[in-house]
């Protein structure tokens, strides 16, 4: 009895009706299981997303699901033996299976850190500084990010059946939407596996993740305003999918990252011999072979000098001779299997339109050796390049993809040509670069940068260290414009705000300071009886605020800083020099001595709730203090982060300090550490 794979669905595993659409190993064409999701109910699984999953994920901070994705990441990578096992049938080798497995999981692992890192341990994300629209600043704006109230439906491609659903799933989850992930059916019994993992495991909330093993049948007539689509896959079944009548009714996000001609470009400089030269032979072979080719970041367009493209090919071809095809479970194999004996014939067919303008010059036959397989039955193709002579007035090679182990050699004579090609191609995820020269650098990305969602510059000091052209990585965005579907995925914390609603608030400063829970200027300020250091974590209140008796700056002040500290900085020392700069009248008082001063006019200096000083944000001065001047600090609490587990909490105080008339001279953040009341209690 063939498997069929099963649907998590409305919080119970259902399978589809009917015997469905047989899937097979792309190593031997044996069976490996059917799928169908005849039958199932999208209506509902989109009405349990919504009002289940989205409802359990909005319980929880930004902190609590980072935190559930570490847990889940984790839990994952105990299993990740299992993946390996059965992702040998998809044609991958185990370093395939690694960047598809192993990357996926580690996605998990950078949102989870981003996500206790740089968002609030709260249910609003605030994006940037309040904005002052009235002269009295009664009346105040902050723009804030929350969880849109739908679901996220992902639609996945076959290459990458684990990496492509936890690199949309990582920021989806952390955003705190539900997730309606649909992988492509030819691997889908990999995603299939792995849901079940993470399913059993219980560490995610009921309905934060349904699974759709087959077609998506009338789910997307059931969409609306509050859903978001992310999709991967063709260009031509992302534009049908986009002109859908709920999709543009409903103005549904729907962001798409599809087909992509993806280009390497050798500087003039990298000639035979150097070592740019050597890393980019080695760097396109790599990505000919790497997944056998199925990578939507794969080079195809190979954009070289003329002057060494005799060289390029024979070096290409000599190294490509040495890749050994087969069974991706073997460990004398170096590529694998394409994902199906119909991608094969795809493939094959996308060669013969590109070898109408351009010739095989490696490759492009079934006559090559294949390691402990049958290619008979595999889905094994052997790495092809092609040449094409004249490929600023050839259409094919910037238009047409062979999603396989295929990339085409395009000549030119100079960079003017090179940028030409490069964005002949409409669109891409990724570029390279490969040049020791800085200025041809800098003119191939000014040239090409619209054109491409990332970019790589390659050279002999970067190369250690380099991810590599073909490796999206979850920090950066992961998509492109034009032919590249247009969208962007993952790119830190931005991926995770493409699943919210950014609002603009307007109201009394108290108000949004409520909302937001970071305190604005204008909003009550409080006297908190005791010194605010003297407060735990708990204990403090946004607006709590200490006004400090003043200090007055003396001339000896000034000098004694200046020679204590070795900054001896004209403005400071000579009275002269001083008065003919246009922003002083005479010396003046060092920006450092200010903060010092200040420091120790509200400085508690006992042992406290306050562990520890670690860093002042957004420091400006605004305007310069003589020596005669006094100072006066206001300090009040502006943001609270609890850091769970730790014994303590982030604090942020909004720090100003004025002069005898009132006049702000320098305003900025202090960042402190303070204990909480569990903590402050075992210490105290």
């Known amino acids: 009895m063939i498997k069929k794979l099963g649907s998590l669905v409305q919080g119970e595993w259902i399978e589809g009706g009917g015997d469905g659409s047989l899937l097979t190993s792309a190593v031997d064409g044996a069976p490996v299981a059917r799928i169908t999701s005849d039958g199932l109910d999208f209506a509902g699984v989109l009405h349990h997303a919504r009002k289940v999953g989205g409802a359990n994920l909005r319980k929880l901070t930004f902190h609590q699901r980072g935190e559930m994705l570490k847990a889940l990441a984790v839990y994952l990578m105990e299993h990740k033996q299992e993946f390996y096992a059965l992702s040998t049938a998809t044609g991958a ?8 497995i192993e990357g996926g999981i580690s996605t998990l692992f950078v949102y989870s ?23 009295n600043g009664t009346f105040t704006a902050q723009h804030i990010f929350t969880p849109k109230l739908g679901a996220a439906v992902h639609i996945n491609a076959f290459n990458f059946p684990c990496w492509g659903m936890l690199e949309k799933l990582a920021p989806t989850l952390l955003a705190g939407v539900p997730a309606i992930v649909k992988p492509a059916s030819s691997t889908a019994y990999l995603t299939e596996l792995m849901v079940r993992r993470i399913n059993a495991s219980g560490i995610l909330p009921a309905g934060a993740l349904q699974l759709i093993c087959g077609s998506v049948g009338d789910l997307f007539d059931h969409l609306n305003c509050q859903d978001t689509v992310a999709f991967t896959g063709s260009k031509n079944t992302a534009e049908y999918l986009q002109q859908h009548k709920t999709i543009v009714s409903e103005s549904v996000a729907f962001t798409a990252e ?9 500087g003039p400089d990298a000639i035979p011999g150097t070592p740019e030269f050597d890393l980019y032979i080695k760097e396109v072979v790599r990505e000919m072979t790497s997944k056998a080719g199925q990578k939507c970041t794969a080079i195809r367009r190979i954009i070289a000098p003329a002057a060494v493209a005799n060289e390029l090919h024979k070096a290409l071809s000599a190294a490509l001779a040495n890749i050994r095809i087969g069974n991706p479970g073997s460990k004398d194999v170096d590529m694998g299997a394409l994902a199906s004996q119909g991608q094969r014939d795809e493939v094959r067919a996308r060669v013969a339109d590109l070898a109408q303008e351009s010739k095989v010059i490696y490759g492009g036959n079934d006559n090559f050796n294949v390691v402990d397989a049958d290619a008979r039955k595999g889905a094994f193709f052997m790495p092809t390049l092609l040449h094409c002579e004249k490929p600023l007035s050839s259409a094919s090679v910037h238009s047409v993809e062979a999603f396989g182990p295929v990339s085409t050699v395009l000549p030119y004579e100079t960079l003017d040509e090179a940028i030409e090609l490069s964005r002949l191609g409409g669109g891409s995820l990724a570029q390279s670069i490969f040049t020791n020269d800085d200025a041809i650098a800098r003119e191939l990305v000014l040239g090409t940068a619209a054109y491409h969602g990332r ?63 970071r305190w604005i200027k204008g909003a009550e300020q409080r006297d908190p009886g005791v010194h605010p250091f003297r407060k735990t974590f708990e204990q403090l209140e946004l607006g709590d605020t200490l006004i400090t008796d003043a200090r007055e700056v003396t001339l000896d002040d000034i000098q004694h800083f200046a020679d204590f500290t070795g900054d001896k900085f004209y403005a400071h020392t000579d009275e002269v020099a001083a008065a003919k700069n246009p922003f002083f009248e005479g010396r003046v008082a060092h920006g450092y001595l200010i903060l010092s001063f200040a420091a120790g006019l509200f400085v508690d200096p006992d042992f ?40 303590y909490g982030e ?13 702000v001279v320098a305003q900025y953040d202090v960042l402190t550490m303070v204990a909480t009341d569990e903590h402050w209690a075992t210490v105290n």
């Open 93 to 100: 080798t185990r370093a395939d299976s690694w960047v598809d």
């Open 113 to 135: 850190g981003k996500g206790r890192r740089e968002m609030p341990n709260d249910f609003v994300y605030l994006d940037g500084p309040p904005e002052q629209i009235s002269k």
């Open 258 to 266: 599809t087909d992509s001609l993806n280009s390497s470009i050798l």
């Open 455 to 517: 970019m790589l510059v390659i050279n002999r000091h970067c190369a250690g260290e380099s991810t590599g052209h073909g490796s999206p990585l979850p920090h950066l965005v992961h998509g492109g414009p034009g032919r590249a579907g247009g969208g962007e995925e993952m790119g830190g914390i931005r991926g995770v705000l493409h699943y919210m609603q950014r609002t603009a608030i307007q109201g009394a400063p108290q108000t949004l300071t409520a909302i937001g829970h």
């Open 608 to 647: 406290g709730p306050v562990l520890a000083n670690y860093g002042v944000d957004d420091l400006r001065f605004a305007k310069p203090v003589n020596y005669g001047d006094t100072l006066k600090v206001r300090l009040c609490c502006k943001q609270k982060t609890l850091r769970a587990g730790t014994g």
């Open 651 to 663: 604090v942020r105080w909004d720090s100003e300090v004025t002069n005898q008339d009132g006049d």
